[in-house]
């Protein structure tokens, strides 16, 4: 039976692997995919069509829906509704396994390689049989050839650039001889010269082997250079594709960015285009009648600073920039250019290798614990969960966590002083929980936020960094969190909103600055916001 | 520094400290597997003295040292798969477990021996010729009851495994960077537990060994903290298997004072000095490497799927 089965299969797979592929037949199909984390839709009815011989873009901001989509694809992420139809059948993909099997493979952004292996033992592992390391050395020679992926087999991972462990991951996937592969922003951590090598590679498969390749990226140029068709997607839904050869930067540019409205600007200002919305300072001004700046000198100034990560990678790339006291300054930026380093390096985790940050003109010590919080600058960490506040602790402890001597005496603390100092703060800020003593765990998210954000302003700070602020958060929250930043800017404190989310900066900000790859590569009034050239500069085509 | 010649130069250094060494050697060489797979298996302590004991019941019921070896290695065996399951599978903490099994075990066994009371002999000596007529160290390596001599192609076997198989691979790669691993096809929960037996049956030969090659008799006192000191040449050794040899064979000797500097006629050094000697090597060994050496990445961090 097993004997009779495995032949009459075997006539079939040969069939299938000797015959011709057929210039632009779909190679995987996707029909009205949908996806969503409660409220929010990730991807929302999404077709997309991959065709063999062919190198697709799927251009997006960040949460625009993309990965989403390709978690989809490789069996990561179960999707609502819809359908993937791998070579004409319906398909359901369990997992990345599974999706190996039937001919889709991924090159992550975030390196799944083990560090501590070799090339070779990475590559071989997750093979079914035994292990030959001499086998799987030559494989990755001839591989390294064909695609020009040149590679050291006996190197260890955790020893080679970023480029290299990318090119680690992309000749694993290639070796299992996908027909589809996903690359999730291959070139965010390449050099050009390797981005280029790269594209000259993926080319050579698409033309010779008729693969069919998903190139999900926010780089316009690669977009332009690399792929024949390109699909841009904004906030989970597909708004354009085309020929990459009918577009242009400045197209893909409008269409990824989109015009900028949101919930709660659209509330407070109907529907009136860019130009003429009041800025930030008009707002502020209009309001309190005070007038705009408050001070022009810098509160916070960081000074072309550099700093590189325990392996090596540069984090931060000679980064320069200017906070005022009353001011809000928006850094936008697409996520991974240096917005986390930059909140380590405020938060004193960070050491620089060169340059320094001053508080109103004092330089402070960069990566010893506490300088900053002692120079007054507060922030609001990227992932309140990580490093924003302990979970299994009560309110009144998380809100004293930073700094217990508020509410001490001589190392002890003072419960009733902690309880009732706590209740002020949960009524100031409006936390909605059962009390001082009730568990981290048990509020909202929104809520959890309002606890870091009450114990980061009970210091008075002159400086507020709100790194993605918002994130996870529902639109009330939201309002909340945007209302708090303007009070905190119209009380003379210097607020720097890391975000990325174009809008959330576009509503708050008075000025904008562009991150990208660890510097500053551009900035903007907020009344002369030229979105076009926004996006160009977060895509790194605009410098 | 005469004196010191003089133990250096006498063959009864090196077979007491041989003694003592291989005893950790196989507890060690198991518990390296487990902790390259990213189990801190502080049971081995626990797999050890029911090693000890099985061998000794084995040996009470079939009169013979050959089936005690066995039985023994079986018992640590069993005593690995309530870790290896408990840990990897449920998922409960590691050391919760590693500790509750220590305590259960040494209860167990306490009153196992007092209801069986199982008689043990030695193991024959085994010698083999030429190799032990070897100056100093001969007669340490090479004249010694033969369960010892399990212990020379143990050790490169485990080498074998960790570096020369998909197998040992895969326990790396579990070790190192289990969410990887996972994405690369790999039962991560799955090649843990395999580790964890591995240790319980070296464990098991180790505690074999202690009743049926050095001691001879059983005790419920017998294993006395050294699978715990196994554990600490591994980290010694820096996750190496070289390195955990190497630790091994440095506390082994160093243990081995307590009992050969007296032996020997150099009673004058203080005796609750050398007892306290193998663990003062060990925190000044640990505090010398520790910056130096790298940990497996997931040492001791349950690995759950979809967790990230």
Sequence with gaps: ??????????????????????????????VGITKRYGQVAACDSVDLVLRRGQIHGVLGENGAGKSTLMKVLIGLVVPDAGQVIIDGRPSVITDPIDAAAKGIGMVHQHFSVVNALTVWENVALGDQDRLNPQAVRNEIGDLSRHYGLDIEPNAIVGTLTAGLRQRVEIIKCLRRSPRTVILDEPTSVLTPGESEALF??????????????????????????????????????????????????????????????????????????????????????????????VQKTASLEIRSVYAQGDDGRSLLNGLSLAVNRGEIVGLAGVEGNGQRPLGDLLSSLLPVSQGEVRVDGHPIVCGKAGAMARARISVIPEDRHDSGCVLEMSVAENLFLADPTLVSRRGVVDRRKMMDRAQGLIDRFAISCEGPTAPMWSLSGGNQQRVILAREMAHAPRVLVAAQPTRGLDVGAIEYMSSQLRQAAEEGVAVLLISTELEEILDLASRLIVLSEGRIVGGMDRDQVDIEQLGLMMGGAGT | MGALLDIIGNEVTYSSAMRFAVLLLFAASGEWVAERAGTLNISVEGMVLAGAFGSAVGYDLTGSTVAAVFVGSVAGFLVSTIQANLSHRLPADQFVVGLTINILVLGLVGFLDNVLE??????????????????????????????????????????????????????????EDPNSADVSGIHVNKRRRQT?????????????????????????????????????????????????????????????????????????????????????????????????????????????????
């Excluded at chain 1, 097993?2 to 037949?25: K, V």
């Excluded at chain 1, 000259?200 to 008729?210: K, M, N, P, S, T």
């Excluded at chain 2, 192609?153 to 197998?167: D, E, G, K």
């Excluded at chain 2, 040899?245 to 009673?267: I, N, T, W």
């Design chain 2, 196 to 308: 964890i037996y591995v240790a319980g049956i070296t464990s098991g030969l180790g505690g074999a060994y202690l009743v049926l090659g050095a001691v001879g008799s059983f005790a419920d006192s017998i294993v006395g903290g050294r699978g715990f000191i196994a554990i600490a040449a591994v980290i010694f050794g820096g996750w190496t298997l070289r390195g955990s040899v190497a630790g091994c064979l440095l506390f082994g000797a160093v243990v081995s004072f307590r009992l050969s500097l007296p032996d020997q006629g150099y009673d004058g050094i203080n005796t609750e000095f050398l007892s306290a000697l193998p663990y003062i090597v060990t925190i000044v060994g640990m505090a010398l490497f520790a910056h130096r050496i790298r940990p497996p990445a997931a040492l001791a961090k349950p690995f759950l799927r979809g967790l990230n």
């Design chain 1, 1 to 30: 039976m097993a004997i009779s089965e495995s032949a009459s299969r075997e006539p079939q797979t040969s069939q299938q692997t000797s015959q011709q592929w057929l210039e632009n037949e779909p190679a995987v199909e996707v």
């Design chain 1, 200 to 293: 000259e590679g993926l080319r050579r498969a698409v033309e010779d082997e008729g693969m069919a390749i998903a190139l999900v990226s926010h780089k316009l140029d690669e977009i332009l250079g690399a792929t024949d068709l390109v699909t841009i997607m904004r906030r989970g839904q597909v708004v354009a594709n085309l020929p990459t050869s009918q577009s242009d930067a400045p197209g893909l540019a409008r269409a990824m960015v989109g015009r900028p409205v949101s919930l709660r600007s659209e509330r407070m200002l109907a529907d009136r285009p860019l130009a003429d919305r009041p800025t930030q300072a008009e707002r502020a001004g209009s309001k309190s009648g005070l007038p705009k700046p």
């Design chain 2, 118 to 175: 199982p008689t043990v002999v030695r193991a024959s000596q085994l010698t083999i010729p030429v190799l032990a007529s070897f100056p100093v160290i001969g007669p340490a390596l090479f004249d010694q009851p033969w369960p010892l001599f399990l212990v020379y192609p143990l050790v490169p076997a485990m080498w074998w495994l960790v570096y020369r198989t998909r197998w040992g691979l895969e326990v790396r790669a579990s070790g």
